[in-house]
């Protein structure tokens, strides 16, 4: 990915052509052909229904890389469904003009129920009392999941219940089963193929008595990536592989089904240069002394820019095309680099924190280990202040 130099202190470079790639790799993953019966058993495929569709998850704001730019590159490649955890960002979303179905995942709060209906969004149920709630406020259609031992949301009735409730309100039309792993990459754990197991049982009681959804779903990006019998239904969830990113697997996983590029770059520029003698002290706290006499970069980024504090004194990042550590601790507007092997370097030139300089490249996930966390958290904790663009 080429990257042109920006006027803004930190900002985030999005490829438009990058995401786009990436959700075809998904797509074609799960398309008729690929995706073979053993990670579609025939029975739970929903009748009509002829190959997986792909819901977009593009919740927080797509994980950092701007939740309407993402779903105009989405639904330009065609896509039918995108997903977000909130009614606020169903309701940003339609203000953009964005017309595809849209899934809530996250709940709905007590004085969201009248935006549900007006803006044609798609509520997913997580217990059954909200049935009615729904049903009462009109809106035509919502998805049901099922808790089937990630122990977070989804309702853990019996089918009975569940075919009960459901006959109570006939007004309101459940149009999806729904489910959610966790732990779709740890394949020395037997979580994953009991939460599948749960699930198809509880799907087959469901249709024995009258209850069939027309749609099913409960892969994300782990569960498209490495497959497991049963996983992939009439739809799959993605977020994370859209955006570049597939979580690397735990035990005797299959190699992974498709391959994704990261569509973000993250740069920000250097403030201040200076030459430090050795034994001078960087930082609140003086954490960092140098050995030596160094060459100091302050740049222009911080942890109110989504840069982690724990990267303090333990991170990296790309500067003048080679890996410059982080020195002391990184503070709220500012983080310190050694420069001393790159002298060239001088107030104004840009830095990469994410991204690729020559053959040198940093990605969230080596900045999620060093930092104790998860790539997600890093795509998602780049702050609203860090300008976005974009490019195609
Ligand atoms: C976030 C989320 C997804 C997408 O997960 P990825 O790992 O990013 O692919 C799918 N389903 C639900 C319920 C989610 O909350």
Same mark, same amino acid.
């Given at each position: ?165 459901? =006959?109570?309100?006939?007004? @309101?039309? +459940?149009?999806?089963? #729904?489910? *959610? !792993? $966790? &732990? ?19 799907? =087959?009681?469901?249709?024995? @008595?009258? +209850?069939?959804?027309? #749609?099913? *779903? !409960? $892969? &994300? ?19 994370? =592989? ?13 190699? $992974? ?136």
């Amino acid at each position: 990915m080429k990257s042109v130099s920006r006027n803004a202190r930190c900002y985030v470079e999005i490829s438009r052509s990058v995401i786009a790639a990436n959700y075809r790799a998904v797509r074609d993953a799960v398309a008729p052909g690929r995706a073979t019966e053993a990670h579609r058993p025939p029975v739970l495929q929903p009748p009509g229904s002829s190959e997986p569709g792909v819901i977009g998850v593009v919740k927080a704001d797509a994980y950092g890389h701007g939740a309407i730019e993402v779903a105009r590159v989405l639904a330009r490649e065609g896509i039918e469904w995108l997903a977000v955890s909130s009614v606020d960002e169903g309701v940003a979303l339609r203000s953009a003009g964005i017309s595809q179905r849209i899934l809530v995942m996250a709940g709905v709060m007590p004085w969201e129920f009248e935006a549900v209906r007006e803006q044609n969004l798609t509520p997913v149920v997580h217990s059954l009392h909200e049935l009615p709630r729904f049903a009462e406020a009109r809106v035509p259609r919502v998805h049901l999941k099922l808790d089937t031992g990630m122990d977070r949301l989804g309702t853990l009735a019996e089918a009975s219940q569940i075919a009960a409730a459901i =006959a109570k309100t006939p007004e @309101l039309t +459940v149009e999806g089963l #729904l489910s *959610h !792993f $966790a &732990s779709a990459t740890d394949f020395s754990s037997n979580q994953t193929p009991e939460q599948i197991r749960l699930f198809h049982e509880r799907a =087959a009681a469901l249709r024995s @008595l009258g +209850v069939q959804p027309s #749609l099913m *779903h !409960f $892969a &994300s990006t782990n569960a498209i990536a490495y497959p497991r019998p049963g996983a992939w239904l009439s739809l799959v969830r993605p977020g994370h =592989a859209i955006y570049g990113y597939v979580s690397p697997a735990r035990g005797p996983a299959p190699p $992974a089904t498709f391959q994704v590029q990261p569509a973000l770059q993250w740069k920000t520029h250097i403030v201040a240069v200076k030459d430090v003698p050795s034994g001078a002290r960087v930082g609140y706290g003086g954490s960092w002394k140098a050995e030596n006499p160094t060459r100091l970069a302050i740049l222009a980024a911080g942890y109110a820019d989504g840069v982690p504090h724990r990267l303090s004194n333990k991170g990296k990042v790309i500067a003048g095309g080679r890996l410059a550590p982080i020195v002391g601790t990184v503070s709220m507007d500012l983080t310190t680099i050694d420069i001393t092997q790159s002298p060239q370097l001088r107030p104004g030139d840009e830095v990469t924190l994410l991204g690729t300089e020559g053959d040198v490249s940093l990605d969230a996930q080596q900045l999620a280990k060093t930092a104790g966390t998860i790539s997600y958290n890093i795509l998602c904790s780049i702050s609203a202040r860090v300008r976005r663009f974009y490019t195609d």
